[in-house]
């Protein structure tokens, strides 16, 4: 059983940067590969990023791609989301999602959600 806490998101302009920050309860942490979605309103649920249980390998919406960066700490039972030049279509609910399978893009194979932080980019 994993339990998931997400932090760290907020009302910025274009441009700025923002830190997600997804704290993780359970022994076995180390265990899963973990991923951020985003949902915006009236749009589904859509894949971010992902990295592999022992942080070797990531992978990247190609929207984010160059502008976010993964990151896990397992020691500290972390995983993170650096997000830099943020723009507007970048607004959204973000999620932190586990899975004790492959890193996949599928949110259907993530079994652990958090519930969730709002990050709003203004232009």
């Known amino acids: 059983q994993v339990q998931l806490v997400e932090s760290g998101g907020g009302l910025v302009q274009a441009g700025d940067s923002l830190r997600l920050s997804c704290a993780a309860s359970?022994?076995?942490?180390?265990?899963?590969?973990m991923a951020w979605f985003r949902q915006a309103p009236g749009k589904e649920r859509e894949f971010v990023a992902a990295?592999?249980?022992?942080?070797?390998?990531?992978n990247y919406a190609g929207s984010v791609k160059g502008r976010f960066t993964i990151s896990r700490d397992n020691a500290k039972k972390m995983v993170s989301l650096q997000m830099n030049n943020l723009k507007p279509e970048d607004t959204a609910v973000y999620y932190c999602?586990?899975?004790?399978?492959?890193?996949?893009?599928?949110?259907?194979?993530?079994?652990?959600w958090g519930q969730g932080t709002q990050v709003t980019v203004s232009s």
């Open positions: 990295i592999t249980w022992n942080g070797a390998l990531t």
């Open positions: 359970g022994r076995t942490f180390s265990s899963y590969a």
């Open positions: 999602a586990a899975t004790i399978k492959t890193m996949t893009e599928l949110s259907i194979e993530y079994e652990y």
